[in-house]
């Protein structure tokens, strides 16, 4: 992006166990608090150059992920919907939608930003 001079956007995906702690979650939450320190730090160094760098932070979505948590006895799905003010997990494509928002030339004015698509789990 940086050679070709047009610019661009890179959406990271972190989570909301990037931004909080989740039981049972060390070495995921980890790596998520890890995509935010980079999002932020990439997002204040290459935004003058024309490459805006966010990230979405989804709450619980139905993949894989949740699946095994919950076949492995660590949450219920009501435990999960009840974390989420909004009261229901999510699907994969409304953070696609973020994700498509954060790619176009409607945020051209975004950059190094965390966005919560998440329930409102980080109002709480």
Do not use: C
Not at 10 to 30: K, T
Not at 64 to 83: F, H, K, N, P, W
Not at 89 to 103: D, K, N, V
């Amino acid at each position: 992006m940086l050679a070709s001079g047009r610019g661009g956007a890179i959406v990271n995906l972190a989570s909301i166990a990037g931004l909080n702690g989740i039981p049972h979650s060390g070495p995921y939450a980890a790596t998520k608090h890890a995509v935010v320190g980079l999002t932020k730090t990439a997002g204040l160094e290459y935004s003058s150059r024309g490459v805006r760098v966010n990230a979405v932070a989804p709450g619980a979505i139905k993949t894989d992920i949740i699946a095994r948590a919950i076949s492995l006895g660590q949450y219920d799905e009501e435990t999960i919907v009840d974390m989420h003010p909004i009261a229901r997990m999510r699907q994969p494509r409304e953070i696609a939608a973020g994700i498509h928002w954060l790619l176009s030339d409607q945020s051209s004015f975004v950059a190094g930003a965390i966005l919560n698509i998440d329930g409102g789990f980080q109002a709480k």
